[in-house]
């Protein structure tokens, strides 16, 4: 087992009913202004933007808001969001949504922070020293930013998106109430139960052996979803299927999955951003789309790793050898990314890149990994061209 340090300074309120505690657990924060942040409307029209600010009337919170965050999260709102907020002497920010929110909330608290051009971050030319507070009320099952450092955000100007990772941004508390995630199109609910899954297959797939626990939570995690997944596809209603999906979207990108690990392999979700930042596909749909043909590439530098996968996750049957069973254990991947209406190909997710257009994407992803793409295997640009044209 790898060193490790486990920071997970996030206040988790789980369950029905929680978000009318968002006032409360912001008046906690001893803030004087706060800028709800939230999306492109589905948090008006289901009335919880509403009940929100009932919750922070109550707590005698004042705030100022801004919505209109798009899924790819755009640069130019976090520029909007920073002048406002600084303008209006804001010192706490409330994210309301998904993964594209809360990424947002982050990037504008760390231009407000620290001053200067928050795109440096993203752009590795500085490190952050700070950031604003940030508070979460989750309303998809995704992208687990509400327990994250990481904030995934694009640059229209270049179609660049890119990551960016700190302890400062953590959120102080996430509300995640999984009734709220009822009203998701079943597509939305679908890619997020992708995007759990693979962060915690990223650091499933890495170097390391002798991780037993680490091992056995993941495996848990993976099957958990996997199964609550197939339920949500016909009863989006189901309360409990919801509030599985939800609680191992944060713990799948908490730090948890990766305890003891190398860190894990990663390449996929840096090959799906540039498909994001390109096409502006969904997030964990694009992962589904990539996974198999990574998986297929990398397999013989971890054919072991890969038959435990098969065996323990999707509940293969050992074939001859390792790589067989493990290639089975691929075909069951993709089978249930199929179940779940998930594609599993470039063109079943509806995009049709020009071979130029693959080349920019490996060359901008060689260049967002400092030309260390991949763990288990490393890739080189060639590679990645490989992986995204199979
Ligand atoms: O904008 P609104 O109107 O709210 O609609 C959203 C959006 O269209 C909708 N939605 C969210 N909750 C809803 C709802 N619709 C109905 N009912 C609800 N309860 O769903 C759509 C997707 O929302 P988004 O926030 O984009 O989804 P997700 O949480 O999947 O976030 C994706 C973003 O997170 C990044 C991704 O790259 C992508 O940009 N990631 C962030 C990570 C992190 N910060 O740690 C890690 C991930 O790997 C990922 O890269
Ligand atoms: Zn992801």
Redesign the pocket.
Known sequence: MENFTYYTPTKVVFGKGTENQTGALVKEQHCKKVLIH?????????G?LDRIKTSLDEAAVSYVELGG?????RLSLVYEGIELCKKENVDFILAV???????SA?AIGYGVYNGGDVWDFYDFKRQAEGCLPIGAV????????EM???????KEDGQI?R?Y?SNFSRARFAVMNPE??????PY?TA??CV?IL??TMERYFNQCDNMELTDGISESLMRTVMKNAKILKDEPANYDARAEVMWAGSLS?NGLTGCGTDGGDWAT?KM??EI?GLFDV???AG?AALWGSWARFVLDARPARFAQFATHVLGVTAGADDTETALKGIEAMEDFYHSINMPVSLSELGVTPTPEQIRTMAEKCDISTHHNAGKVKHLSVEDMVAIYTT
Do not use: C, F, W
């Not at 994250?148 to 694009?154: A, C, L, R």
């Open positions: 939230y999306g492109s409307g589905s948090v008006v029209r289901s919880l965050v798009v899924p790819n999260p949504g998904g993964g594209s929110v809360i990424d982050k989750l309303t998809i099952a995704a992208a687990g930013s994250s450092g990481s904030s995934v955000i694009t998106k990551g990772s709220l995630t009822m009203t998701l199109p939305q890619s997020g995007d693979m962060h990108h979700h799906e951003h994001g969904a997030h964990g992962l």
